[in-house]
């Protein structure tokens, strides 16, 4: 059992104001034993783990408007409006991300998703998950704007709408 916690919320752009508290805690060399977010939270708990401190803010900074990143274009050609291939692949090249921080951190990770089928939050966990970009993915999106996530044969959508 973890013995402190930090819970993460989503809120997408508002994930700018959790990174840059991340981030003064990454400057201060906090831990924690588990981290759980659902969404941007998601997203930025991810990063903190990884100790990839200004990533999250220099992403929005520098791709925020970008329409590869979130854009109703993406939305028209895909039926998602995140750019999961730009935000995933794409970003990782031009900023890259400490995979082997995260993997090897001792700190647990979950993060949630709503699943479709039962209307509940179902929590994917760092080690145990498929694919935790695929969670992280799921848990970030938006009904009506974004394609259903298939995870292990379940449906999911953002975290915050459980």
């Not at 001792?106 to 969670?135: D, M, Q, W």
Request: one cysteine or more; a neutral charge; hydrophobic letters at 40%.
């Amino acid at each position: 059992m973890p013995k402190t916690l930090m819970l993460l919320e989503g809120g997408a752009y508002r994930g700018i104001f959790t990174a840059g508290a991340l981030d003064v805690l990454l400057e201060h060399d906090f831990y924690f034993d588990a981290v759980a977010g659902i969404s941007a939270g998601a997203m930025c708990g991810y990063h903190f783990i990884g100790r990839a401190h200004g990533r999250v803010r220099q992403i929005l900074l520098e791709y925020g408007n970008d329409p590869r990143y979130f854009s109703t274009r993406n939305l028209v050609r895909s039926g998602k409006s995140i750019g999961d291939e730009f935000m995933f692949f794409d970003l990782m090249e031009k900023i890259p991300f400490d995979f082997k921080t995260f993997r090897e951190s001792k700190t647990r990770f979950a993060v949630g998703a709503t699943n479709c089928r039962t209307g509940k939050i179902t929590y994917f966990e760092k080690g145990t998950a498929t694919s935790l970009n695929e969670c992280i993915l799921a848990s970030s999106s938006l009904p009506l704007t974004s394609k259903k996530i298939w995870i292990d044969g379940e449906p999911y959508l953002d975290g915050g709408v459980a």
